[in-house]
């Protein structure tokens, strides 16, 4: 007989991703998330956004993460990127 196939979820986990484009202490991000219904971004400055594509102006130059968390039907992701700013 043949084997009986096992169920799997037909809902992938999405999957984070984001560009970033840095201008002076501003920057701007282009989310490349696939499959996700919500984002939460941290500036790493105490700050946050909930917006799918937003910008930040930072208070004083130098290093920081940026991460994004995102949530969909299949779960959660997340990425972190580190940007210098004001340079």
Do not use: C, E, Q
Not at 63 to 73: H, K, P, Q
Request: glycine residues 12%; proline residues 8%.
């Amino acid at each position: 007989p043949a084997p009986t196939p096992v169920p799997t979820s037909a809902v992938k986990p999405p999957v984070a991703a984001f560009d970033v484009t840095v201008r002076g202490l501003t920057v701007t991000l282009s989310n490349r998330t696939k499959g996700a219904t919500s984002w939460t971004w941290t500036f790493d400055d105490g700050s946050g956004s909930s917006a799918r594509n937003p910008s930040h102006t930072y208070a004083a130059g130098g290093s920081y993460t940026i991460r994004l968390v995102v949530i969909g039907d299949g779960g959660t992701d997340s990425v972190s990127r580190t940007v210098t700013v004001g340079g």
